[in-house]
């Protein structure tokens, strides 16, 4: 009798985890892109010092297909201020050469790209480096910025 009133709860529960399903919609991350210019991020950086040091720069990549600058303008326009506000965007230099190691395993000389951005009807400034020479699976915005959506775009 125990047998029988053990596996019946096993069932039972069996049963019930099939038919529960979770509210959460998993992020699709296969289209990147919300149209050809124009990166889709997901998510906003937790690290302060991402895309505002040298040391931490936006990996946009690009530079392999010849399209560095396109995939920063892409990331670029992706941007929006923390309230939703369209920003502007200037290349100020390409600095900050470094050696980094390619698929191959051979040394490479690379550089970022430093960009002021603005802010649509504020003064401040902020200052932001890329890189076209290594990508990151998954952009994020920085601190203090947000990012346009499908839903945005319409």
């Known amino acids: 009798m125990k047998n029988l009133i053990s596996l019946s709860i096993i069932a039972l529960l069996m049963l019930l985890s099939l038919g529960c399903k979770s509210n959460k919609k998993a992020i699709d991350k296969t289209n990147n892109f919300l149209d050809a210019n124009t ?3 997901y998510d906003i950086s937790k690290d302060a010092k991402y895309a505002y040091t040298q040391g931490t720069p936006i990996k946009v990549g690009g530079h392999n297909k010849n399209e560095g600058p396109l995939n920063q303008r892409r990331y670029l326009n992706a ?3 923390s309230n939703g ?3 502007h965007f200037k290349h100020i230099k390409s600095c900050c050469y470094k050696k980094i190691k390619t698929t191959g395993g051979n040394l490479q000389l690379t550089y970022l790209d430093q960009y002021e ?3 649509e009807g504020k003064q401040q400034r902020f200052i932001i480096f890329l890189s076209m ?3 990151d699976d998954d ?3 920085p601190r203090g910025f947000t990012f346009k959506t499908p839903l945005s775009m319409k």
């Open 133 to 135: 020479f290594e990508k």
């Open 139 to 141: 952009l994020l915005a």
């Open 117 to 119: 951005i603005s802010l």
């Open 85 to 87: 506000e369209t920003i």
């Open 39 to 41: 990166y889709q991020l």
């Open 79 to 81: 941007l929006l201020g």
